[in-house]
């Protein structure tokens, strides 16, 4: 792991709103590994023995090449898949079979599509969760109205998904997945199906949003400009089987962080850094013959 | 994919857009059904073909609103309790058999091929078998109506119920939903579409089935009458009874079609 030797990752950590790196992680990953079933029989390794600490009130950015098992170790910190072998824990405390259903009203999980139901309105959308969760009751509403405010659709109620645009659509996606007021968002690279100028909007937003609500948040992502912009802690994985190839916090400023960031020259030294590193694991991975598939 | 532009006016609340159905989409059946039988009258005249092959429309016309309410209407009201009796217990045990079947991928597997066995067995066949059986109860035909019926719905729905979206159902798990929450909250409402086909051909099925169940046996129902009025070359009225039958397909279909149009408010 020579990039980790990298001057960057000695860098102190300094989450917006210092001090929370005290208190202990919210979430642990301990050397997860997740084996598929290949096609001719066999087992393929998608994520390689995985350690990770998430904590408070933090923004981590997950970056990899495409097939590098990002996807599905988001999937697995959201209990959507099972790790084949390590340990999670959630709070301290520790789940052996990945988070059990019960648990998973601490997270919200925003996938690249929209995955609205198309014969829900918007309203009903949102209600899904606390459907889901049995709190649908007094003060959904409110809830419901409070979280289209902050996605900014708050007269789109009750509309149907197929009358909003691809922007519009992620947004209440978006909305859908902290309207049960999880503390962590898993976001499944939330704007990959978007055009580049929503895409670029919607960064802008998710930023406020994540300031707004102080949530934790992981996001999987294959733009460094997105990972500059909102993360904190910047993951890069390595192609298949995805293991943790670099790890670097994110010393951007707060303030920096807006229209203007391309302009910062911290910001074009870690893009250019960055952007050798995922190059050199997307070659690595095509080198070593893995093609094939997306794999997340 | 379009653009977001931060504020758009929104619709008009509570007020879905409405498909407007251009006045054409009406008249056009219409002029198609007068252009038939215009042609068809003047086929008849022109060829001087005998009426016991084929008679005048305005002959069948003439003979069925002679003897409508005395020789039809028994039989028309007969045949149409035989059909809703049969179609209302079809729905339902197509629906419950799909969903019972769609729960283990090894069910599904094991019940398709009976299922499409069953479809495509004409149940006429079956009906001397029924007869044999159970006597000329009007219960057989019923039964030959829902053995008919149940099937179809049975594998559009199945096949509704199996073709869920992969990420909707990490939607589902994401929030640790339950078996039964999955079911009533994502695969049945992602299904209607497909349920809906199969309740439109189950009317079609249905009616089918009913003809089939006279024809075979009995001294009642509109097949019945059919039979017998070819049997005494009274050609006008059997003719007549076969649109009337056509026409208990037709407006079952279409009250099919209205209910769905209420139902699936959504575009795919």
Known sequence: MNWCDHKLSRLPFEPPGSGMDRSGPILTLDKVSKYYEAQNGGELLAVKEVSLGVRDREFICILGPTASGKSTLLKMMGGIEKPTLGTMSLRGEIFEDGIPANKLRNFGFVFQQDNLLPWRTVVKNLRLPLEVFHSAGHGSADRIAEMLTLVGLQDYGDVYPHELSGGMRQRVSLARAMVHDPDILLMDQPLGALDAITRRMLSHELLRISRATRKVMVMVTNNIDEALLLGDRILVLTALPGEIAFEAANDIPAEARNEAIIENARYKALRALLDDIVHAQSEAGRTAGRTGGDGE | ?268
């Open chain 2, 1 to 268: 994919m379009t653009t977001t532009t931060a504020r758009q006016t929104p619709p008009v609340k509570g007020k879905p857009l409405k498909r407007k159905t251009e006045p054409i989409c009406y008249i056009a059946p219409i002029i198609l059904f007068v252009a038939v039988v215009a042609a068809w009258a003047l086929f008849v005249s022109a060829s001087g073909i005998s009426r016991t092959i084929l008679p005048s429309p305005f002959a069948i016309f003439r003979e069925m609103s002679k003897n409508f309410v005395r020789d039809i209407l028994p039989h028309l009201l007969f045949t149409l309790r035989v059909i809703l009796t049969g179609y209302a217990v079809a729905v339902p045990l197509g629906i419950l058999i799909a969903a019972v079947c769609s729960q283990y991928r090894i069910i599904i597997k094991a019940t398709t091929p009976l299922i499409i066995l069953l479809v495509v067995t004409p149940m006429i066949t079956m009906v001397p078998l029924f007869m044999l059986w159970m006597g000329f109860d009007s219960k057989v035909r019923v039964i030959v109506v829902i053995l008919q019926a149940t099937p179809i719905i049975c594998l559009n729905t199945l096949t509704g119920f199996t073709t869920t979206e992969g990420a909707k159902l990490e939607l589902m798990r994401a929030m640790g939903a339950t078996r039964l929450q999955t079911f009533v909250k994502l695969i049945f409402p992602n299904a209607l579409p497909q349920v809906f086909t199969g309740l439109k051909l189950g009317c079609i099925f249905s009616t089918i089935a009913a003809m089939s169940a006279d024809l075979a046996a009995g001294k009642e129902g509109l097949g019945y009458r059919i039979q017998q009025y070819s049997s005494l070359i009274m050609t006008e009225m059997a003719y007549g009874t076969i649109l009337i039958v056509a026409l208990i397909g037709i407006v079952l279909f279409q009250i099919v079609v209205m209910i769905e149009r209420r139902v699936i408010l959504w575009v795919r």
